[in-house]
């Protein structure tokens, strides 16, 4: 079992920044590849961002390519989410994911197996 808690969303300006934390307890956490996913009202969950278990390896949605960075701390049990020139499309509920599978199918929201309860992000324009 895996819990997982978001931190760090809130009300920012569009072009502002926002970092997201997810800590993570209950299992080796080095061992997890963690997520982003992101919904926004009356829109499916997308994917955002995934770090890779194991291997320095990132993946992101095209959407926030070059503006978003996750990374990692395993010291901490943590992944955070580095968000830079918001745009008003970018609000939503931000959760995090855990996968202890090593699925290779990081964008699918079925790889997933524990899930935070979310943080909003809201960008004004």
């Known amino acids: 079992q895996v819990q997982l808690v978001e931190s760090g969303g809130g009300l920012v300006q569009a072009g502002g920044s926002l970092r997201l934390s997810c800590a993570a307890s209950?299992?080796?956490?080095?061992?997890?590849?963690m997520a982003w996913f992101r919904q926004a009202p009356g829109k499916e969950r997308e994917f955002v961002a995934a770090d890779r278990w194991g291997v320095s390896t990132t993946y992101y949605a095209d959407s926030v390519k070059g503006r978003f960075t996750i990374s990692r701390d395993n010291a901490k049990n943590t992944v955070y989410l580095q968000m830079n020139n918001l745009k008003p499309e970018d609000t939503a509920v931000y959760l995090c994911a855990a996968d202890p599978t090593r699925s290779t199918l990081l964008t699918r929201e079925s790889s997933y197996a524990y899930w935070g309860q979310g943080t909003q992000v809201t960008v004004s324009s």
């Open positions: 209950g299992r080796a956490f080095s061992s997890l590849t």
